[in-house]
């Protein structure tokens, strides 16, 4: 049983959920992939090969953990530079991959080359850099290889595409050799009480230490390890913090109902526990009559789909800005006579430009301009007015008479039944039942974006299926309008 540096991760975030994965696959709860991780992963697969092609004449160690350890002993043993994909398994079970090594010859040490597909070197909770390399220079070091330097290679964040991509412009690389000396006792050592853990056989998995975390930070297996929790409980309480969690939960208070009133919370998670309590809802009507008589007919709903790739393929784009690739509008008249329109780009080189077009044929002069938490649409129009500035001054016009109908329901309607969220996907089935997203192919942002994909760059795709992922984006991006135009009546006949 080997501790690879992504065992090492989730051991970090939830031991007992690894200690499942290793000792009791049957109870382990795999992580949900969805097509959007998938292609997130696949990313990083394509900056890496991007990568090696900085270096030259690089040998790729394959096979099995096993057989390539020992190829890349061999390789070591040889001085053969670079190396792609070196891998080492230390006695204790450590097992490194490393992404590019290169031997120098002046030190006689190794450098370890990490190629991450961010445009920036992170070092958060859920995502940190510097501990991966620091791991894997670990395991270098226990199986007796010197390592005298260590770089992230990343993406630059400043990058545009312009014709053919440049990889040294496209990638950066930073030292961080000395970053790592000044993690490396603290990961050896939790390393080592990683590996002492997954061998204990009686270990306790009533609970989890994710049980102290929001819901967003549970394990995969958490349902598993603490069984007796609410679907809807403290840990879906909009920003709580571990503090306020253990505080709860060391009085045995799991359920929303049993938070007592006195119990330190903000404003909003106040709101949203007293919402649960009475199941009445909070409305200010005046002011959300006076919000929508401020809107100027014709209203014009309207919503993207965006694309993002970490390696740019628009011109004048950089590394994961996104591309929109699809717009939904409905136009609300005076006279309530509502009309739809939509276009869906059939190439991503012209995307962007064709949907500024449509934007120009088919919004009117006057009017505002409705959506769905608006900053998203609203960066895009000035990304979209930098890339092509003959069309700045109409998009950044858009934004200016753009209203944010979200914020309504963060400030003057509140529903038990939003369960303190404020997304589309909470309000639309509280306020307009009959309205679903269940039954489209397509549910979420995220898998019209894959969806989508598949039918620009996967050559394979038969061309009825490829019409009908098209019909299903449509249907996805128009009822995000519909949507917003179902709400904004109901907002208007209370």
């Not at 109870?27 to 997130?40: M, T």
């Not at 003057?412 to 309000?427: A, E, L, M, N, Q």
Request: negative net charge; contains cysteine; aromatic residues 10%.
């Amino acid at each position: 049983m080997y501790l690879s540096k992504t065992d090492f991760l989730q051991y970090l975030q939830c031991p007992k959920c690894l200690w499942l994965k290793k000792n009791n696959p049957d109870l382990y709860v795999r992580p949900n992939i969805s097509e959007f991780d998938q292609k997130l992963i696949d990313e990083g697969y394509e900056v890496e090969l991007a990568a090696r092609e900085m270096f030259d004449r690089g040998v790729l160690v394959g096979g099995s953990n096993e057989e390539a350890a020992l190829k890349t002993q061999e390789l070591i043993e040889e001085r053969v530079s670079p190396v792609f994909q070196a891998t080492f398994i230390s006695k204790s079970g450590l097992l490194a991959k490393i992404d590019v090594l290169i031997y120098n010859e002046f030190s006689g040490a190794w450098t370890i080359y990490e190629v991450k597909s961010s445009t920036s070197i992170k070092t958060g909770r859920d995502d940190n850099h510097i501990l991966d390399i620091t791991f894997q220079k670990l395991v270098m070091s226990q199986v007796g290889i010197p390592v005298d330097q260590a770089y992230i290679i990343h993406l630059n964040k400043d990058f545009k595409k312009i014709g053919e991509i440049e990889l040294f412009e496209l990638l950066t690389t930073t030292d961080v050799t000395e970053s790592i000396s000044q993690e490396y006792s603290k990961i050896e050592s939790e390393a080592a009480m990683a590996l002492e853990f997954l061998k204990d056989q009686d270990v306790d998995l009533s609970s989890c230490s994710c049980l102290y975390s929001s819901r967003r930070n549970h394990c995969s297996s958490f349902s598993v390890l603490n069984p007796n929790i609410p679907d809807y409980s403290i840990h879906d309480i909009a920003r709580i913090s571990s503090k306020n969690l253990r505080l709860l939960i060391d009085d045995l208070i799991m359920n929303i109902l049993d938070i007592p009133e006195d119990f330190k919370l903000t404003q909003n998670q106040k709101t949203q526990v007293e919402l649960e309590k009475s199941q009445k809802s909070e409305i200010n009507i005046e002011n959300i009559k006076q919000t929508l008589e401020q809107l100027e007919y014709p209203l014009v709903f309207l919503d993207y789909e965006t694309y993002v790739s970490a390696i740019p393929k628009v011109e004048g784009f950089s590394p994961h800005q996104h591309v929109p690739f699809q717009v939904s509008i409905h136009i609300l008249q005076p006279e309530r006579k509502l009309k739809h329109h939509e276009y869906l780009a059939d190439n991503i080189e012209n995307a962007p430009l064709e949907l500024v077009e449509f934007l120009h044929e088919t919004i009117p002069p006057k009017g505002t301009l409705i959506s769905w938490h608006a900053s998203f649409e609203n960066t895009r129009n000035k990304q979209i007015a930098e890339i092509y500035p003959e069309h700045s001054q109409f998009l950044l016009e858009l934004n200016d008479r753009t209203f944010d109908l979200e914020s309504i329901f963060k400030d003057d309607y509140r529903h038990p039944g939003f369960k303190g969220k404020t997304s589309i996907k909470k309000v639309l089935p509280v306020l307009c039942p009959e309205f679903s997203y269940k039954n489209l192919d397509i549910q979420s942002g995220t898998e019209a974006m894959e969806s989508w994909r598949k039918t620009i760059f996967d050559e394979d795709l038969e061309e009825s299926e490829r019409a009908q992922i098209q019909k299903a984006l449509l249907e996805y991006c128009e009822l995000d309008t519909l949507a917003m135009v179902k709400i904004f009546k109901h907002l208007r006949e209370i």
